[in-house]
């Protein structure tokens, strides 16, 4: 079993910046995928990005050049630095973990909102 938390949502103005962490706890093995996934009022939850640790990562079309996904093994902690945020942007994010089966958090909120 594997537990995940969440930190690091809230509002920002568009063009403004938010870094979300993800800490996984329990049975990990050196073989998974961590990332985020989104889903705003309305839409379907969609990736965001993800990086497994081999280290190949997928990023979504929409946030490429603007959101960087980063891996701490030692701490089985995945963040995602979001920069240069659109009111597109606003949406649950949620962590994501796959091992053998899959893992989400509870989801923390990012508003961009002038």
């Known amino acids: 079993q594997v537990q995940l938390v969440e930190s690091g949502g809230g509002l920002v103005q568009p063009g403004g910046s938010l870094r979300l962490s993800c800490a996984a706890s329990?049975?990990?093995?050196?073989?998974?995928?961590m990332g985020w996934y989104r889903q705003a009022p309305g839409k379907e939850r969609e990736s965001v990005a993800l990086?497994?640790?081999?280290?190949?990562?997928n990023y979504a079309d929409s946030v490429k050049g603007r959101f960087t996904i980063s891996r701490d093994s030692a701490k089985n902690t995945v963040y995602l630095q979001m920069n240069s945020l659109k009111p597109e942007d606003t949406a649950v994010y949620y962590c994501?973990?796959?091992?053998?089966?899959?893992?989400w958090g509870q989801g923390t909120q990012v508003t961009v909102s002038s």
């Open positions: 994501y973990f796959r091992q053998y089966q899959t893992y």
């Open positions: 990086k497994d640790s081999l280290g190949t990562t």
């Open positions: 329990g049975i990990i093995t050196r073989r998974n995928t």
